[in-house]
Nanobody, 122 residues
Framework: QVQLVESGGGLVQAGGSLRLSCADSGRTFGYNAMGWFRQAPGKEREFVAAIGWSGGRSNYLNSMKGRFTISRDNAKNTVYLQMNSLTPEDTAVYYC???????????????WGQGTQVTVSL
């Protein structure tokens, strides 16, 4: 059964950092792209970043560039999201997803994890 499991969320003060991980059962890691999305209360799910199979290509929401870095370790079937200089506006549930393109549309991804909560306090 396909399974993506996120971890690494938690409570952090503004200006702090977190690294999220998404471990894959191995059956979805053959997909060409892995993405991170987030959803804050009362808001739509928002694209954060995506990375291609080799890690050589990536795509970021413009507002994330310079603060967030997506990476992957294919040997560990894991994709990461390093988040720096966090602000309260980054508070959301963060989801990883598997797809075939570095798309920004959630509908382009076929498999999703259950999400991990990130809360940034002042």
């Amino acid at each position: 059964q396909v399974q993506l499991v996120e971890s690494g969320g938690g409570l952090v003060q503004a200006g702090g950092s977190l690294r999220l991980s998404c471990a894959d059962s191995g059956r979805t890691f053959g997909y060409n792209a892995m993405g991170w999305f987030r959803q804050a209360p009362g808001k739509e799910r928002e694209f954060v970043a995506a990375i291609g199979w080799s890690g050589g290509r990536s795509n970021y929401l413009n507002s994330m560039k310079g603060r967030f870095t997506i990476s992957r370790d294919n040997a560990k079937n894991t994709v990461y999201l390093q988040m720096n200089s966090l602000t309260p506006e980054d508070t959301a549930v963060y989801y990883c997803a598997a797809g075939n393109t570095l798309a920004r549309e959630a509908g382009r991804y076929g498999y999703w994890g259950q999400g991990t909560q990130v809360t940034v306090s002042l």
